[in-house]
Protein backbone atom coordinates (compact mmCIF):
# COMPACT_ATOMS: atom_id res chain seq x y z
CA UNK A 1 0.00 0.00 0.00
CA UNK A 2 1.49 3.69 -0.67
CA UNK A 3 1.50 6.48 1.63
CA UNK A 4 -1.01 8.96 0.82
CA UNK A 5 0.79 11.45 -1.57
CA UNK A 6 2.64 14.91 -0.74
CA UNK A 7 -0.53 16.93 -1.38
CA UNK A 8 -2.37 15.77 1.31
CA UNK A 9 1.10 16.47 3.10
CA UNK A 10 1.54 13.22 5.00
CA UNK A 11 -1.09 11.13 6.82
CA UNK A 12 -4.02 12.88 8.29
CA UNK A 13 -4.33 13.23 12.25
CA UNK A 14 -6.26 10.63 14.02
CA UNK A 15 -9.22 12.24 14.90
CA UNK A 16 -9.58 13.15 11.15
CA UNK A 17 -8.96 9.91 9.92
CA UNK A 18 -12.28 8.30 11.03
CA UNK A 19 -13.98 10.75 9.03
CA UNK A 20 -11.89 10.76 5.85
CA UNK A 21 -12.15 6.95 5.65
CA UNK A 22 -15.97 6.63 6.38
CA UNK A 23 -16.40 9.79 3.95
CA UNK A 24 -14.03 7.45 1.69
CA UNK A 25 -16.27 4.64 1.78
CA UNK A 26 -19.43 6.61 1.42
CA UNK A 27 -18.69 7.53 -2.07
CA UNK A 28 -17.40 3.90 -2.74
CA UNK A 29 -20.69 2.90 -1.93
CA UNK A 30 -22.60 5.40 -4.27
CA UNK A 31 -20.07 4.94 -6.78
CA UNK A 32 -20.18 0.82 -7.22
CA UNK A 33 -24.10 1.72 -6.83
CA UNK A 34 -24.29 4.02 -9.36
CA UNK A 35 -21.54 2.44 -11.91
CA UNK A 36 -21.19 -0.81 -10.93
CA UNK A 37 -18.09 -2.87 -9.93
CA UNK A 38 -16.43 -2.52 -13.55
CA UNK A 39 -17.38 0.64 -14.63
CA UNK A 40 -16.14 2.11 -11.23
CA UNK A 41 -12.57 3.42 -10.84
CA UNK A 42 -10.69 4.08 -7.45
CA UNK A 43 -10.09 7.59 -9.08
CA UNK A 44 -13.57 8.46 -9.51
CA UNK A 45 -14.16 7.36 -5.83
CA UNK A 46 -11.38 9.48 -4.49
CA UNK A 47 -12.61 12.15 -6.33
CA UNK A 48 -16.25 11.73 -5.19
CA UNK A 49 -15.05 11.86 -1.45
CA UNK A 50 -12.44 14.92 -2.39
CA UNK A 51 -9.26 13.20 -1.94
CA UNK A 52 -6.34 11.76 -3.68
CA UNK A 53 -6.24 8.55 -5.32
CA UNK A 54 -3.54 7.39 -2.98
CA UNK A 55 -5.36 7.77 0.11
CA UNK A 56 -7.99 5.32 -0.91
CA UNK A 57 -5.40 2.92 -1.63
CA UNK A 58 -3.63 3.48 1.64
CA UNK A 59 -6.65 2.78 3.82
CA UNK A 60 -8.55 0.49 1.30
CA UNK A 61 -5.71 -1.06 -0.91
CA UNK A 62 -7.31 -2.77 -4.59
CA UNK A 63 -10.44 -1.80 -6.12
CA UNK A 64 -11.89 -5.03 -5.02
CA UNK A 65 -10.74 -4.33 -1.46
CA UNK A 66 -12.78 -1.16 -1.57
CA UNK A 67 -15.49 -2.67 -2.80
CA UNK A 68 -15.68 -5.50 0.20
CA UNK A 69 -15.15 -2.96 2.66
CA UNK A 70 -18.07 -0.79 1.24
CA UNK A 71 -20.05 -3.79 1.23
CA UNK A 72 -19.17 -4.95 4.58
CA UNK A 73 -20.07 -1.63 6.14
CA UNK A 74 -23.27 -1.46 3.79
CA UNK A 75 -24.08 -4.84 5.69
CA UNK A 76 -22.45 -4.18 9.23
CA UNK A 77 -26.74 -4.53 10.77
CA UNK A 78 -27.72 -7.25 8.62
CA UNK A 79 -24.22 -8.95 8.89
CA UNK A 80 -24.65 -8.89 12.68
CA UNK A 81 -28.25 -10.81 11.88
CA UNK A 82 -27.50 -14.62 10.86
CA UNK A 83 -26.83 -15.66 14.96
CA UNK A 84 -29.86 -14.28 15.26
CA UNK A 85 -31.52 -16.40 12.25
CA UNK A 86 -29.65 -19.44 13.47
CA UNK A 87 -30.03 -19.34 16.71
CA UNK A 88 -33.61 -19.24 17.21
CA UNK A 89 -36.08 -21.89 17.32
CA UNK A 90 -35.12 -24.41 14.42
CA UNK A 91 -38.98 -24.83 13.46
CA UNK A 92 -39.25 -20.95 12.88
CA UNK A 93 -35.74 -20.48 10.97
CA UNK A 94 -37.46 -20.37 7.33
CA UNK A 95 -39.63 -17.24 8.43
CA UNK A 96 -36.91 -15.57 10.06
CA UNK A 97 -34.57 -16.03 6.99
CA UNK A 98 -37.29 -14.87 4.81
CA UNK A 99 -38.15 -11.84 6.95
CA UNK A 100 -34.54 -10.76 7.32
CA UNK A 101 -33.70 -11.24 3.23
CA UNK A 102 -36.95 -9.59 2.27
CA UNK A 103 -36.42 -6.94 4.94
CA UNK A 104 -33.12 -6.00 3.57
CA UNK A 105 -34.69 -5.78 -0.35
CA UNK A 106 -37.69 -3.66 1.61
CA UNK A 107 -35.64 -1.27 3.14
CA UNK A 108 -34.19 1.56 0.61
CA UNK A 109 -30.87 1.81 2.99
CA UNK A 110 -29.72 -1.66 2.14
CA UNK A 111 -31.72 -1.84 -0.85
CA UNK A 112 -29.64 0.29 -3.18
CA UNK A 113 -26.46 -1.55 -2.08
CA UNK A 114 -27.76 -4.81 -2.14
CA UNK A 115 -28.49 -3.61 -6.09
CA UNK A 116 -25.41 -2.46 -6.72
CA UNK A 117 -23.84 -5.94 -4.93
CA UNK A 118 -25.90 -7.89 -7.31
CA UNK A 119 -25.56 -6.21 -10.09
CA UNK A 120 -21.63 -5.79 -10.07
CA UNK A 121 -21.78 -9.93 -9.07
CA UNK A 122 -24.02 -10.76 -12.13
CA UNK A 123 -21.70 -8.19 -14.46
CA UNK A 124 -18.04 -9.22 -12.95
CA UNK A 125 -15.90 -12.16 -11.47
CA UNK A 126 -14.24 -10.26 -9.05
CA UNK A 127 -17.55 -9.01 -7.39
CA UNK A 128 -19.23 -12.24 -7.91
CA UNK A 129 -16.57 -13.85 -5.30
CA UNK A 130 -17.30 -11.11 -3.12
CA UNK A 131 -20.57 -11.93 -3.18
CA UNK A 132 -20.16 -15.51 -2.75
CA UNK A 133 -18.00 -14.70 0.24
CA UNK A 134 -20.37 -12.56 1.59
CA UNK A 135 -23.56 -14.39 1.72
CA UNK A 136 -21.62 -18.39 1.90
CA UNK A 137 -18.99 -17.49 4.53
CA UNK A 138 -21.15 -15.20 6.74
CA UNK A 139 -25.00 -16.00 6.26
CA UNK A 140 -25.50 -19.39 4.77
CA UNK A 141 -22.56 -21.47 6.55
CA UNK A 142 -23.28 -20.53 9.69
CA UNK A 143 -27.25 -20.94 9.43
CA UNK A 144 -25.76 -24.48 8.17
CA UNK A 145 -23.94 -25.30 11.17
CA UNK A 146 -27.10 -25.24 13.12
CA UNK A 147 -28.68 -27.92 11.07
CA UNK A 148 -28.45 -31.63 11.99
CA UNK A 149 -29.58 -32.77 8.52
CA UNK A 150 -27.50 -34.37 5.70
CA UNK A 151 -26.79 -32.15 2.71
CA UNK A 152 -27.34 -29.18 5.14
CA UNK A 153 -24.89 -26.64 2.88
CA UNK A 154 -27.19 -27.82 -0.11
CA UNK A 155 -30.44 -27.27 1.41
CA UNK A 156 -29.44 -23.67 2.82
CA UNK A 157 -28.53 -22.76 -0.72
CA UNK A 158 -31.63 -24.01 -1.69
CA UNK A 159 -33.51 -21.52 0.62
CA UNK A 160 -31.59 -19.02 -0.18
CA UNK A 161 -32.38 -19.61 -4.09
CA UNK A 162 -35.79 -19.19 -3.13
CA UNK A 163 -35.64 -15.84 -1.91
CA UNK A 164 -32.50 -14.44 -4.28
CA UNK A 165 -35.11 -15.54 -7.38
CA UNK A 166 -37.61 -13.76 -5.33
CA UNK A 167 -35.61 -10.66 -4.67
CA UNK A 168 -34.68 -10.48 -8.57
CA UNK A 169 -38.49 -10.87 -10.01
CA UNK A 170 -39.81 -8.75 -7.21
CA UNK A 171 -37.32 -5.43 -6.90
CA UNK A 172 -35.23 -5.83 -9.87
CA UNK A 173 -37.36 -7.21 -13.10
CA UNK A 174 -40.45 -6.53 -10.81
CA UNK A 175 -42.56 -8.82 -12.45
CA UNK A 176 -46.35 -8.26 -11.18
CA UNK A 177 -48.59 -9.42 -9.66
CA UNK A 178 -45.22 -10.48 -7.01
CA UNK A 179 -43.95 -6.63 -7.77
CA UNK A 180 -46.70 -5.14 -5.95
CA UNK A 181 -48.25 -8.05 -3.87
CA UNK A 182 -48.51 -7.28 -0.19
CA UNK A 183 -44.93 -8.30 1.69
CA UNK A 184 -47.01 -10.54 4.41
CA UNK A 185 -49.06 -12.44 1.84
CA UNK A 186 -45.20 -13.42 0.75
CA UNK A 187 -43.87 -14.14 3.82
CA UNK A 188 -46.58 -16.49 4.60
CA UNK A 189 -45.76 -18.40 1.05
CA UNK A 190 -42.03 -18.24 1.17
CA UNK A 191 -41.60 -19.45 4.96
CA UNK A 192 -42.70 -22.94 4.69
CA UNK A 193 -41.03 -23.40 1.63
CA UNK A 194 -37.70 -22.19 3.31
CA UNK A 195 -38.70 -24.26 6.43
CA UNK A 196 -38.70 -27.43 4.19
CA UNK A 197 -35.22 -26.60 2.76
CA UNK A 198 -33.64 -26.39 5.69
CA UNK A 199 -35.33 -28.79 7.96
CA UNK A 200 -37.68 -31.01 5.84
CA UNK A 201 -37.55 -35.16 5.41
CA UNK B 1 -38.10 2.55 -39.93
CA UNK B 2 -35.41 3.80 -42.25
CA UNK B 3 -34.55 2.51 -45.75
CA UNK B 4 -31.02 0.73 -45.88
CA UNK B 5 -28.49 3.82 -46.89
CA UNK B 6 -27.36 4.33 -50.53
CA UNK B 7 -23.95 3.00 -49.67
CA UNK B 8 -26.05 -0.43 -49.33
CA UNK B 9 -27.18 0.09 -53.17
CA UNK B 10 -31.05 -0.11 -51.83
CA UNK B 11 -31.96 -3.30 -50.16
CA UNK B 12 -30.92 -6.74 -50.83
CA UNK B 13 -32.14 -9.23 -52.91
CA UNK B 14 -34.68 -11.66 -51.23
CA UNK B 15 -32.40 -14.41 -51.09
CA UNK B 16 -29.63 -12.71 -49.54
CA UNK B 17 -32.07 -10.86 -47.30
CA UNK B 18 -32.47 -13.63 -44.72
CA UNK B 19 -28.95 -14.11 -44.79
CA UNK B 20 -28.42 -10.65 -43.56
CA UNK B 21 -31.24 -10.76 -41.62
CA UNK B 22 -29.49 -13.38 -39.54
CA UNK B 23 -25.79 -12.38 -39.79
CA UNK B 24 -27.44 -9.02 -37.70
CA UNK B 25 -29.14 -11.23 -35.36
CA UNK B 26 -25.95 -13.47 -34.78
CA UNK B 27 -23.89 -10.38 -34.64
CA UNK B 28 -26.53 -8.67 -31.99
CA UNK B 29 -26.59 -11.65 -29.73
CA UNK B 30 -22.81 -11.90 -29.98
CA UNK B 31 -22.58 -8.15 -28.33
CA UNK B 32 -25.36 -7.99 -26.06
CA UNK B 33 -23.76 -11.80 -24.69
CA UNK B 34 -20.07 -9.73 -24.80
CA UNK B 35 -20.90 -5.94 -23.20
CA UNK B 36 -24.76 -6.37 -22.34
CA UNK B 37 -27.17 -3.76 -22.79
CA UNK B 38 -25.91 -0.90 -22.34
CA UNK B 39 -22.55 -0.60 -24.01
CA UNK B 40 -23.85 -2.43 -27.06
CA UNK B 41 -24.88 0.06 -29.55
CA UNK B 42 -26.94 -0.89 -32.96
CA UNK B 43 -23.37 0.62 -34.73
CA UNK B 44 -20.95 -2.32 -32.98
CA UNK B 45 -23.74 -4.82 -33.77
CA UNK B 46 -23.38 -3.47 -37.70
CA UNK B 47 -19.87 -3.50 -37.39
CA UNK B 48 -19.67 -6.96 -36.28
CA UNK B 49 -22.02 -7.92 -39.27
CA UNK B 50 -20.28 -5.75 -41.97
CA UNK B 51 -23.58 -3.89 -42.57
CA UNK B 52 -24.23 -0.50 -42.54
CA UNK B 53 -26.10 0.57 -39.29
CA UNK B 54 -28.90 1.74 -41.37
CA UNK B 55 -29.73 -1.69 -42.50
CA UNK B 56 -30.02 -2.63 -39.15
CA UNK B 57 -32.50 0.05 -38.24
CA UNK B 58 -34.11 -1.22 -41.42
CA UNK B 59 -34.69 -4.39 -40.46
CA UNK B 60 -35.60 -4.22 -36.26
CA UNK B 61 -35.69 -0.59 -35.57
CA UNK B 62 -34.32 0.65 -32.26
CA UNK B 63 -31.55 -0.78 -30.26
CA UNK B 64 -34.31 -2.68 -27.82
CA UNK B 65 -36.40 -4.28 -30.76
CA UNK B 66 -32.91 -5.46 -32.12
CA UNK B 67 -32.70 -6.96 -28.81
CA UNK B 68 -35.74 -7.85 -28.55
CA UNK B 69 -35.44 -10.10 -31.45
CA UNK B 70 -32.16 -11.27 -30.52
CA UNK B 71 -34.05 -12.67 -27.50
CA UNK B 72 -36.08 -14.42 -29.60
CA UNK B 73 -34.48 -16.06 -31.79
CA UNK B 74 -32.06 -17.54 -29.10
CA UNK B 75 -35.03 -18.92 -27.21
CA UNK B 76 -37.19 -19.88 -30.23
CA UNK B 77 -37.10 -23.56 -28.78
CA UNK B 78 -37.32 -22.33 -25.53
CA UNK B 79 -40.22 -20.66 -26.53
CA UNK B 80 -42.04 -23.38 -27.92
CA UNK B 81 -41.99 -25.44 -25.04
CA UNK B 82 -44.50 -23.57 -22.14
CA UNK B 83 -47.28 -25.46 -24.22
CA UNK B 84 -45.89 -28.54 -23.51
CA UNK B 85 -45.02 -27.66 -20.00
CA UNK B 86 -48.21 -26.41 -19.34
CA UNK B 87 -50.65 -28.93 -21.00
CA UNK B 88 -48.64 -32.31 -19.83
CA UNK B 89 -50.78 -33.82 -16.73
CA UNK B 90 -50.86 -31.14 -13.60
CA UNK B 91 -49.30 -33.27 -10.77
CA UNK B 92 -46.12 -33.12 -12.67
CA UNK B 93 -45.88 -29.62 -13.89
CA UNK B 94 -43.82 -29.00 -11.53
CA UNK B 95 -40.80 -31.38 -12.74
CA UNK B 96 -41.57 -30.11 -16.28
CA UNK B 97 -40.99 -26.11 -15.27
CA UNK B 98 -38.15 -27.55 -12.93
CA UNK B 99 -36.41 -29.33 -16.11
CA UNK B 100 -37.18 -27.07 -18.36
CA UNK B 101 -35.57 -24.26 -16.83
CA UNK B 102 -32.41 -26.03 -15.59
CA UNK B 103 -32.46 -27.56 -18.84
CA UNK B 104 -31.73 -23.95 -20.76
CA UNK B 105 -28.69 -22.89 -18.22
CA UNK B 106 -27.35 -26.57 -18.53
CA UNK B 107 -27.34 -26.07 -22.47
CA UNK B 108 -24.45 -23.57 -23.52
CA UNK B 109 -26.33 -22.70 -26.74
CA UNK B 110 -29.09 -21.18 -24.55
CA UNK B 111 -26.61 -20.42 -21.55
CA UNK B 112 -24.59 -17.76 -22.76
CA UNK B 113 -27.67 -15.46 -24.01
CA UNK B 114 -29.41 -16.39 -20.91
CA UNK B 115 -26.65 -14.93 -19.12
CA UNK B 116 -26.57 -12.12 -21.34
CA UNK B 117 -30.00 -11.24 -21.01
CA UNK B 118 -29.89 -11.47 -16.63
CA UNK B 119 -27.09 -9.09 -16.69
CA UNK B 120 -28.86 -6.95 -19.28
CA UNK B 121 -31.80 -6.68 -17.10
CA UNK B 122 -30.58 -6.34 -14.23
CA UNK B 123 -28.20 -3.20 -15.45
CA UNK B 124 -31.04 -1.51 -17.60
CA UNK B 125 -34.56 -0.67 -17.19
CA UNK B 126 -35.18 -1.57 -20.91
CA UNK B 127 -33.74 -4.88 -21.01
CA UNK B 128 -35.50 -5.58 -17.98
CA UNK B 129 -38.68 -4.98 -19.47
CA UNK B 130 -37.90 -7.20 -22.32
CA UNK B 131 -37.29 -10.00 -20.03
CA UNK B 132 -40.37 -9.46 -18.20
CA UNK B 133 -42.25 -9.17 -21.23
CA UNK B 134 -40.44 -12.34 -22.56
CA UNK B 135 -41.22 -14.38 -18.74
CA UNK B 136 -44.83 -13.33 -17.87
CA UNK B 137 -46.31 -13.43 -21.56
CA UNK B 138 -44.72 -16.15 -23.02
CA UNK B 139 -43.94 -18.72 -19.84
CA UNK B 140 -45.80 -17.60 -17.01
CA UNK B 141 -49.09 -16.52 -18.22
CA UNK B 142 -49.58 -20.03 -19.86
CA UNK B 143 -48.76 -21.54 -17.29
CA UNK B 144 -51.29 -19.58 -14.65
CA UNK B 145 -53.79 -20.37 -17.13
CA UNK B 146 -53.44 -23.34 -16.88
CA UNK B 147 -54.05 -23.50 -12.62
CA UNK B 148 -57.14 -23.56 -11.33
CA UNK B 149 -56.14 -22.25 -7.83
CA UNK B 150 -56.61 -18.84 -6.66
CA UNK B 151 -53.55 -16.39 -7.06
CA UNK B 152 -52.59 -18.36 -9.89
CA UNK B 153 -50.05 -15.98 -11.22
CA UNK B 154 -48.51 -15.17 -8.19
CA UNK B 155 -48.17 -19.16 -7.30
CA UNK B 156 -46.41 -19.14 -10.84
CA UNK B 157 -44.00 -16.17 -10.32
CA UNK B 158 -42.99 -17.68 -6.79
CA UNK B 159 -41.99 -21.07 -8.67
CA UNK B 160 -40.28 -18.93 -11.23
CA UNK B 161 -38.53 -16.89 -8.42
CA UNK B 162 -37.14 -20.90 -6.86
CA UNK B 163 -35.80 -21.53 -10.44
CA UNK B 164 -34.03 -18.26 -11.13
CA UNK B 165 -32.48 -17.86 -7.80
CA UNK B 166 -30.99 -21.19 -8.45
CA UNK B 167 -30.05 -20.37 -11.38
CA UNK B 168 -27.61 -17.34 -10.15
CA UNK B 169 -26.74 -19.16 -7.29
CA UNK B 170 -25.32 -22.20 -9.36
CA UNK B 171 -24.69 -20.89 -12.93
CA UNK B 172 -24.09 -16.78 -12.40
CA UNK B 173 -22.52 -16.42 -8.71
CA UNK B 174 -21.56 -20.08 -8.20
CA UNK B 175 -21.71 -20.64 -4.51
CA UNK B 176 -20.55 -24.36 -3.71
CA UNK B 177 -21.55 -26.77 -3.16
CA UNK B 178 -24.55 -25.69 -5.36
CA UNK B 179 -22.87 -24.97 -8.35
CA UNK B 180 -20.82 -28.69 -8.57
CA UNK B 181 -23.94 -30.78 -7.17
CA UNK B 182 -25.39 -33.46 -9.47
CA UNK B 183 -28.30 -31.96 -11.54
CA UNK B 184 -30.65 -34.83 -11.02
CA UNK B 185 -30.24 -34.11 -6.63
CA UNK B 186 -31.24 -30.34 -7.75
CA UNK B 187 -34.57 -32.12 -9.76
CA UNK B 188 -35.20 -33.85 -6.94
CA UNK B 189 -35.35 -31.22 -4.47
CA UNK B 190 -36.78 -28.38 -6.39
CA UNK B 191 -39.75 -30.58 -8.81
CA UNK B 192 -41.72 -31.07 -5.31
CA UNK B 193 -41.47 -27.69 -4.30
CA UNK B 194 -42.28 -25.64 -7.79
CA UNK B 195 -45.24 -28.43 -8.26
CA UNK B 196 -45.85 -27.25 -3.96
CA UNK B 197 -46.00 -23.57 -5.09
CA UNK B 198 -48.25 -24.30 -8.67
CA UNK B 199 -50.85 -26.45 -6.99
CA UNK B 200 -50.35 -27.01 -3.37
CA UNK B 201 -53.28 -26.63 -0.46
Known sequence: ???????????????????TRDRILDA????????????????????AAGVDSALVHHYFGTKEQVFEAAVAVAFAPALAAPDAIAEGPLDSVGERLTRFVLGLWENPATRTPLLAIVRSAVNNDTAAAVFRRLISAQLLRRIAGRLDVPDAELRVELAAAQLVGTAMLR??????????????????????????HLTGG
Open 1 to 19: MSEPTARRRGRPPRAESGD
Open 171 to 196: YVIKVEPLASADLERIVARLAPVVQG
Open 28 to 47: AREEFSERGYEKTSVRGIAK
